[in-house]
């Protein structure tokens, strides 16, 4: 699954300042004196990481030229080698919508952003019922035991109260779909306050993009399908609109978060808050977070107008993550981010920093 390289056969390697990613690595260095993350399948332990932790936590302010030498000292260079058999990885990108918002239901605000209901309950292997779909992670408490939770069609068709769980309420379905899809958002709300949504938990159901269902219904083109090509298609089919999102069965509930540095992302899966262009979504899995990948795409360009090589922090994951070669690229906050999110979907190579004391 690795191969050693040396950093000096990394192609981009010393033209991409690394500060922005010591910051980011050090964001969980912070975080891992709190808890451990849990380490990766493929051996990379998240115990290794000890030295280089106590490093970056001593060493809060440093230059590019610093960060870069930092990294070289107390990493090695292993080429991760996709398990799919291709000869390249694959990236895509998300980011953090933001939109206006409701704190009550009212008149054009009647789409709910949900918490989750409290007959929801995770599931794995000590408590799956005989029969349920080893696949399902989430389940639905009932008096008689565990079923599968509903799923995207039955509550949006009034399976849950949505008065006793909505955090906020939005003017458009779609805009909800793809906050549910990116799993935060920042909601500008009519009162003038400001919060953060993300993901708190989900129906369990299999993930099935619209993008996916259009191209299969020769709505789209493959060459075409992109996050902005998707939303205009649904704003000129607005009586399918249900139809096509129903067909992704998954429903994501989510919780509130406070905005503590605008600049920053909501806090994800590795419990630190997201930093753009510098943290990605990885099969957590196979993965530990924490774990720096110099990811490498010369058709991407979305970034900087310029072949993308940057140092990137494994900070998230995603049901549609799968893979040692497969990444998200966290691209910000706001339509500006979205519209870089929504065109990356490219051939990558990665290589993983593993720590030395591995």
Not at 109 to 125: E, R, W
Not at 137 to 157: C, F, K, M, N
Not at 206 to 230: K, N, Y
Not at 330 to 343: K, L, T, W, Y
């Amino acid at each position: 699954m690795f191969e050693p390289t040396a950093f000096t056969a990394i192609a981009g390697w010393d033209a991409d300042p690394k500060l922005g990613a010591f910051e980011a690595f050090r964001r969980s260095a912070v975080h891992a004196l709190e808890k451990p993350y849990r380490s990766g399948s493929l051996g990379i332990r998240f115990e290794s990481f000890g030295e280089a932790y106590d490093a970056a936590r001593n060493r809060p302010a440093l230059t590019d030229v610093e960060a870069q030498a930092f990294f070289e000292t107390f990493f090695c260079p292993l080429r991760v080698r996709p398990d799919n058999g291709q000869p390249h990885g694959l990236v895509t990108g998300f980011y953090e919508p933001i939109v206006e918002a409701s704190p009550v239901r009212k008149q054009h605000f009647g789409t709910p952003l949900l918490k989750p209901p409290a007959d929801l309950v995770p599931v794995d292997d000590a408590n799956r019922p005989a029969g349920m779909d080893p696949y399902l992670a989430w389940a639905r408490q009932t008096p008689d035991g565990l079923v599968e939770y509903h799923d995207r069609r039955a509550i949006e068709s009034g399976a849950l109260p949505f008065d006793e769980l909505a955090l906020a309420w939005l003017r458009d379905p779609v805009d909800a779909f793809f906050i549910h899809v990116q799993g935060a958002a920042r909601l500008m709300l009519t009162d003038g306050t400001e919060k953060r949504v993300t993901y708190a938990a989900k129906s369990g159901q299999r993930f099935t993009g619209p993008g996916r269902v259009l191209l299969d219904r020769g709505e789209l083109q493959a060459d075409t399908v992109s996050m902005q090509s998707i939303r205009a298609w649904l704003e000129t089919h607005p009586n399918r609109v249900q139809e096509i999102l129903w067909q992704n069965r998954s429903y994501i509930f989510f919780r509130e978060a406070p905005v503590s540095d605008p600049a920053l992302g909501p806090v994800a899966a590795a419990k630190v808050p997201l930093t753009p262009g510098r943290s990605i979504a990885v099969d957590r899995l196979l993965h530990t977070f924490g774990t720096p990948f110099f990811v490498s795409s010369p058709t991407l360009q979305a970034f900087d107008h310029a072949p993308f090589a940057r140092l990137m922090i494994a900070q998230d994951t995603g049901s549609a993550i799968t893979g040692s070669a497969r990444a998200d690229l966290f691209a910000g906050s706001g339509d500006a981010a979205g519209v870089i999110a929504g065109v990356v979907n490219h051939p990558a190579d990665f290589i993983a920093l593993v720590p030395r004391a591995r």
